[in-house]
């Protein structure tokens, strides 16, 4: 039982350059997250989904498009990026809707040059 | 809107001391309350959580915390630290519905003396 894995560990880019981070869960979750932690600001939500099929927005969605076409997996999608979004980008999952914790990836190092 | 406050950005203390960090949150309704433990490097790993019921929670490594409604606050306690201890803590609250969506704190690095 892996739980929560995270592909890559590291990625530089170049400005304007597209990549996508896979998070993948084992443990059969519901409910997948993606956060960037910046220092001094924690962790903030950048897109999450309820179920397969599902995504919707979270408090800093631009910039960034997801999609959950199997529910074992969450991919985060850079379409066009910038150094803005140099951070450390962390996948997390949730059993359900129940009151339960969200267990997370070990994050995605990210700099944008 | 919810939020979460972590007031001190720094803590040191020594080896063997007890430890307090603080934690305010910000919730309309009956909030659900996490901290979170991240080492150098590595994802988070939850410590203790509050649904409901007893208002001091025991987690994992010694950690407890209190959940005080009159204070809005759920501030994390250990009696005797150890060096391993040393790492970043976030206290987070979750939402009902919506997503279970959490908003963390802007975390407190712990630094431990030896």
């Known amino acids: 039982n892996a739980g929560v894995t995270q592909t890559p560990k590291f990625r530089v880019l170049k400005t304007g350059q597209s990549m996508t981070l896979l998070c993948a869960q084992d443990?059969?979750?519901?409910?997948m997250y993606w956060y960037r932690q910046d220092p001094g600001m924690g962790l903030r939500l950048i897109h999450y989904?309820?179920?397969?099929?599902?995504?919707a927005k979270g408090e800093v969605p631009d910039g960034y498009n997801v999609s959950r076409l199997k529910k074992q997996n969450f991919l985060l999608g850079l379409e066009s990026a910038a150094p803005s979004q140099t951070s450390v980008y962390f996948c997390?999952?949730?059993?359900?809707?129940?009151?339960?914790?969200?267990?997370f990836g070990p994050g995605t190092r990210l700099t944008v040059l | 809107a919810q939020s979460v406050t972590q007031p001190d950005i720094h803590i040191t203390v020594s080896e063997g001391a007890s430890l307090e960090l603080r934690c305010n949150y910000s919730?309309?309704?009956?909030?659900?309350l996490f901290w979170y433990v991240q080492s150098p490097g590595q994802g988070l790993q939850l410590l203790l959580k509050?649904?409901?019921?007893?208002?001091l929670v025991q987690g994992i490594k010694g950690f407890e915390a209190e959940f005080k409604r009159s204070q809005s606050s759920f501030n994390l306690r250990k009696p005797s630290v150890h060096w391993s201890d040393a790492a970043e803590y976030f206290c987070?609250?979750?939402?009902?519905?919506?997503?279970?969506?959490?908003?963390f704190g802007t975390g407190t690095q712990l630094k431990v003396e030896l």
């Open positions: 997390a999952s949730k059993l359900d809707q129940s009151y339960n914790e969200q267990f």
């Open positions: 443990m059969n979750h519901e409910y």
């Open positions: 989904s309820v179920g397969e099929g599902t995504t």
């Open positions: 919730y309309g309704a009956t909030p659900y």
């Open positions: 509050y649904f409901s019921g007893d208002t």
């Open positions: 987070a609250v979750g939402l009902t519905g919506g997503g279970n969506k959490l908003t």
